[in-house]
């Protein structure tokens, strides 16, 4: 401000005294009067400004004349001039224009031609923060994983590049599947810049992946604090990392602090079903069964689940039919339309063989929604009932190409797992496994947790199991052992071989949906073993043990058309097994 003023001061003063100056030479008349060798010279008005201008000029030149002559001196002893700065200037041109266009063939995938742009950037410009980033990129699209790593090193020493050399290194990591690595680096990049959503999200699935379930709900937390997550979304995806976290403590052998985690992230997120299997059977294990109901009825309410059902029975696992019956019908009152309550109150019914109440509780699910399960238990109750065997056996032959139910399937990929983890093993995305009915095949799909399987089928469980078991025969299928009559698969030795394979027993209490651990591979005839026994059938006159179980034999279609018992569980034979049938199915 002040020397702006100054500087009006200066211009009027200098008008000031030319205009006075002016003056005084129009008053005189005269002009100015110069002696040079003894000759005057006499200037008016007019000359005088015309000479006063000459001169004025004369020393401008002059005084540009000798700044290019000392310019070109400072040029020759090395120091900066303008000749410098227009070479400079010329040579920044053409190092921007390389980087443009090495930032253009990155774009594009021209890899060798933007690491040929990056070099040339590099020589013109002195910004090595700028061309190396170029270059490393250019190095990773032409496929040059080595130089692009050691790029990225460079980048490290300068705190301006540290982030983009972290993250350059860690999405290497990553390409060549090393998480271990990588997740050190992205923790590291993490520390450097905490609100980075991109890094953010890597950091909490690479952590799920390794299973640092603490460290992801500190990430988890920190996105909800910057208002990245919403509140909701927050509590659901923290209650499952609770859940891990509860499971690997209990696995740890710390009972007390998993009780905890499990009860807190059952209280988060009261649908996260495992979260609530976990919590009640800590209650269990206190023998606290009024807070384990609690747990198990408030999560029916919201999804019922066959692991729900399963825990519950757990509660009282010594107990009969019928006052099982009773005790679940306050977990079936949650949510009674529900299939899997109608399911569960049909195979609680079959446990005490009330088959005509089986058959009203499973409604038309076997026709509306015809399952494995459904279409197990409406062969159960017309079995019950006394129906035709043929009867039975068409329902069975219906099952095995049934859908096997819900199972949990991953939101993202698909993929059918057989039990609930936090993380996809397919696709690795984190929170995104439901339990619902997949859009795969039947026999394509895993078997997710046994619950596919024929419900009613119960064996005795070793000793020191727990629960007491029941033990009811199951008649065979046939009405008597028959010779067999030509064209009838059973007078195939190859189908008689497949009959004497070993058969898988599940060993679960009456009544209970066993799971796919449950099972035990044993050989007919062989330690005692004896063929898988259902609750619905009575007790049956002793009878001598047949040599051969027919629950074992695979369902195949007779060339008269018969069909023989069945297993829904067991998945058809190949081709090659009938080629002496005749007849394919």
Not at 41 to 68: D, E, H, K, N
Not at 124 to 142: I, N
Not at 343 to 364: M, S
Not at 524 to 531: S, T
Request: proline letters at 8%.
């Amino acid at each position: 401000m002040l020397l702006s003023a100054l500087k009006i001061l200066i211009f009027f003063a200098i008008v000031l005294v030319l205009a006075l100056g002016a003056m005084q030479l129009s008053e005189t008349g005269g002009g100015l009067s110069m002696v040079y060798g003894g000759t005057e010279y006499t200037l008016g008005p007019v000359q005088l400004i015309i000479a006063a201008l000459i001169v004025v000029l004369l020393g401008w030149a002059l005084v540009r004349i000798l700044g290019i002559l000392l310019a070109f001196m400072r040029f020759l002893l090395g120091d900066e001039t303008a000749i410098n700065r227009y070479f400079a200037r010329s040579r920044e041109r053409k190092g921007y224009e390389a980087l443009s266009e090495g930032m253009l063939a990155v774009a594009s995938g021209e890899g060798k031609l933007a690491q040929d742009k990056a070099a040339k950037a590099a020589k013109f410009l002195d910004k090595p923060h700028v061309t190396d980033l170029l270059a490393a990129q250019a190095a990773e699209v032409a496929g040059d994983s080595r130089k692009a790593g050691e790029i990225y090193r460079r980048l490290l020493s300068d705190q301006r590049t540290r982030f983009v050399g972290i993250r350059g290194l860690m999405r290497q990591k990553l390409d060549e599947g090393d998480t271990t690595t990588a997740l050190k680096l992205a923790e590291k990049a993490y520390a450097l810049k905490p609100k980075h959503p991109e890094l953010q999200d890597t950091l909490l699935q690479l952590q799920t992946r390794e299973g640092d379930w603490k460290g992801a709900r500190a990430v988890l937390k920190d996105k909800r604090q910057q208002g990245l997550l919403p509140k909701d979304v927050h509590i659901r995806r923290d209650a499952v990392l609770a859940l891990k976290e509860a499971s690997e403590v209990l696995a740890q052998g710390n009972s007390i602090s998993a009780r905890e985690a499990a009860i807190s992230a059952n209280r988060a997120s009261p649908d996260l079903i495992p979260a609530a299997v976990l919590a009640a059977r800590s209650y269990i294990a206190q023998n606290d069964a009024r807070n384990a109901s609690r747990v198990l009825q408030k999560t029916w309410s919201v999804r019922p689940h066959p692991s729900v059902a399963a825990t519950y029975a757990e509660i009282a696992p010594d107990e009969k039919p019928a006052a099982r019956l009773r005790r679940f019908e306050d977990l079936m009152r949650q949510n009674p339309d529900h299939e899997e309550t109608k399911l569960l109150r049909a195979e609680l019914l079959l446990a005490v063989e009330d088959f005509p109440g089986a058959r009203r509780a499973l409604g038309d699910l076997a026709e509306k929604h015809p399952t494995v399960r459904s279409l197990s238990i409406l062969a159960a109750v017309e079995r019950g009932e006394g129906s035709d065997d043929a009867v039975v056996r068409g329902i069975l032959a219906r099952a095995l190409v049934a859908s096997r139910g819900p199972q949990w399937v991953c939101d993202k990929c698909h993929n059918v797992m057989a039990d609930w983890s936090p993380t996809c093993d397919s696709c690795g995305g984190f929170d995104t496994l439901t339990w619902r009915e997949p859009e795969t095949p039947a026999w394509s799909a895993p078997v997710p947790n046994g619950v596919e399987m024929l419900p009613l089928l119960v064996g005795s469980k070793p000793e020191g199991a727990g629960a007491a078991p029941v033990s009811v025969d199951v008649p065979s299928l046939d009405p008597a052992p028959h010779p067999a009559e030509p064209g009838q698969i059973g007078s195939d030795p190859a189908v008689a071989k497949v009959a004497a394979a070993p058969v898988e027993i599940p060993d679960v209490s009456p009544g209970m949906v066993p799971r796919e651990s449950d099972y035990r591979r044993v050989s007919p005839g062989v330690g005692g073993a004896e063929p898988a026994m259902t609750v619905t059938d009575p007790d049956p006159e002793p009878e001598p043990a047949p040599a051969a179980p027919e629950v074992a034999r695979k369902p195949v279609p007779a060339v008269g058309g018969d069909v023989l018992p069945v297993r829904p569980d067991v998945e058809p034979p190949e081709e090659d097994v009938l080629t002496n049938t005749g007849k394919k199915l």
